[in-house]
């Protein structure tokens, strides 16, 4: 099971620089004119996740792997796009492969790295990328009713129930109002899904501020903090150049850096969780004397489908989940002291994944 978050935003902004330093790669060409990311490059980055080393501590696991999630740098975009100006129509293919969006705002001042629009307005930046997806939503939803209503009108009950998902969000596209922001019944959330609009997907805004603001962000990052605020969204202040330099030590030097610049951890981490929970996952984890591993699913996922993101026989054949809280496996020392204190639970078909389950999973070949 893959979760993709997309890294958007105008040209020039430390889009390419965050991407680099977040997969310590070189797969995205960081220059200073637009257009320099032509496809989207992908990365899949680990979650820092201090409990996976607790746990195979406990277990003397061989070997540890954590849970991933999956970053796509995508070209950048510029006013226009909607209607395919700079390189639109690729721009807004690749955002509808991603399950959430990252919006990355200038949040520095610098005379030798240009602004597409010649401003600083990190808030303004965010507009426009926003307005360039909404327009895109109206074009497409526009076309989609028209085709959609010539059915309704002959008394299918399948496209009138269509319709009216579909005017929900047109209503809020024409008031300039992303498509996120609809009021849905659980009954009608698969349906307006299905729709794959760009604007109904979550949405978090990343603060690229110069170093000297890294740890304590600047006026443009607090503006967009704000902003964040109100619209209920997710906000991360970062220094795409501290990480890139960051990405670039040696393990041992990594601590005595965060240390004089003033972060008990790196600002990718921060991205990173952000990224895990603007798409509501959740994290379980499987121990043994072979491995400590973290598995992601997301949030309500219920056992057998859960043992599916292992093997799809697992979910087929899924019998029973034998599962234990991380707390009581770590304040218990470990699976046989978490049983002998009557804390490793056997759970059915029905019970819902929390985060930091440890499981091991029956099922029938």
Avoid at 66 to 94: C, M, W, Y
Avoid at 339 to 350: D, I, M, P, Y
Wanted: glycine letters at 10%; hydrophobic letters at 40%.
């Amino acid at each position: 099971m893959g979760f993709k978050c997309g890294i958007v935003g105008l040209p020039n902004i430390g889009k390419s620089t965050l991407f680099n330093a977040l997969t310590q790669t070189a797969a995205a060409e960081a220059a200073n004119y637009p257009f320099c990311t032509i496809e989207p490059n992908v990365g899949e980055v680990g979650v820092p996740d201090e409990r996976l080393s607790k746990l195979a501590a406990i277990a003397k696991s061989g070997q540890l792997i954590p849970t991933r999630l999956t970053f796509v740098d995508i070209a950048g975009l510029v006013r226009g796009a909607s209607k395919g100006e700079g390189l639109g129509n690729q721009f807004l293919g690749h955002i509808r492969e991603v399950d959430a969006v990252a919006y990355v705002l200038r949040c520095f001042e610098d005379g030798n790295v240009t602004h597409v629009e010649g401003r600083i307005d990190p808030g303004a930046d965010a507009e426009t990328v926003e307005t360039e997806l909404m327009l895109a939503d109206l074009d497409t939803l526009e076309k989609r009713r028209a085709n959609i209503e010539k059915k309704a009108t002959t008394g299918d009950k399948e496209a009138k129930g269509q319709v009216a998902i579909i005017d929900k969000a047109l209503a809020l596209l024409r008031e300039g109002k992303p498509a996120r922001l609809a009021e849905l019944s659980a009954e009608e959330e698969p349906a307006y899904s299905a729709l794959q609009l760009l604007t109904a997907k979550p949405v978090l805004y990343v603060c690229n501020v110069d170093e000297p603001s890294a740890a304590t962000g600047n006026a443009h990052s607090r503006a967009v903090e704000e902003k964040a605020k109100l619209e209920g969204a997710g906000c991360v202040v970062i220094s795409a150049k501290i990480e890139a330099e960051f990405a670039s030590l040696a393990e041992a030097d990594r601590i005595e850096f965060l240390k004089n610049i003033g972060l008990d951890e790196p600002g990718l981490n921060k991205l990173i969780h952000s990224g895990y929970a603007l798409l509501d996952l959740v994290t379980y984890f499987t121990v043994g004397p072979k491995e400590a591993r973290a598995w992601t699913v997301t949030h309500g996922t219920k056992a057998p489908q859960a043992a599916g993101v292992i093997h799809t026989d697992f979910e087929k054949g899924f019998i029973r989940a034998e599962t234990i809280a991380y707390d009581d496996y770590v304040g218990l020392g470990g699976e046989t002291g978490a049983k002998n204190a009557g804390k490793r639970r056997l759970e059915g078909k029905e019970y819902v994944v929390k985060d930091g389950d440890v499981m091991h999973f029956r099922f029938a070949n």
